[in-house]
């Protein structure tokens, strides 16, 4: 009985997610062409869909998606009947011979295949050019208008926690890093001995993880474009080893032996 209601389940799934169609009707440049380095592919994506859905690009050669290298477009959500832009493109020389577009929408959410393309393109090292199909800046310009759209909406969507959420998001993490702060310097007032030195690793910790992001974004400027956090994070993991050792100075009687 349980395999029958999964097979049903199943069933039910993929007919919930049979009503999105899919074509490619054109590209840019055409389907057999050499490329530069980093110029991108487009392709003009006819669809029907009866609920919102993105559609993405990737490439294959042999029957085997490529994983490295690539670039591709992110995708506004579309309903109904119309035409989106897909394109990827490489930045080292690349070999393609097929494009297939997957679509991604519905509750839950699932992503399928739902177009292959053949193709014979070949990525170079020479200058991109740019494209010369008019329906190109068109679909732009429509992606980014329903971008637009879809923030927006979202924005009117917001619920009064989320708008308090995110006003109380900066002091919370002020607190989070005084606390992280604080409490190494209250342990070496307030502990002895050993206690003390142990009480000291969230100084190191911090120290270790500070001075990497020194020495690694002083190779590469972008290598630690969310350092607060991680200096937030390596505070937060030296205050759970500080409430850590209290409870085992209370619970060995040290705290009161101290005392």
Known sequence: MRFLLAIALALAACAAHADVRVRVVATDPPAEATLGRDQSFYVRIQYEADE????????YSGGKRIEKGWKSNASARWSGSGYALGWISFDAPMEVDEIRIVAGGGKPYVQREVARYPVNLRWGSGPAAQATAPWVPELQRATAAAWEAERKAAEANRGVGDALLGLLVMPLLAGAVLACLGAPVWVLWKWRG???????APFAIIAFVVGRIVVDTARDPTSHN???LEIVYSGAAGLALILVLALVRRFTGAAARAS
């Open 194 to 200: 050993w206690w003390r030195l142990a009480g000291v």
């Open 52 to 59: 919102p859905t993105g559609f993405w690009t990737y490439a």
């Open 226 to 228: 969310l350092w607060p």
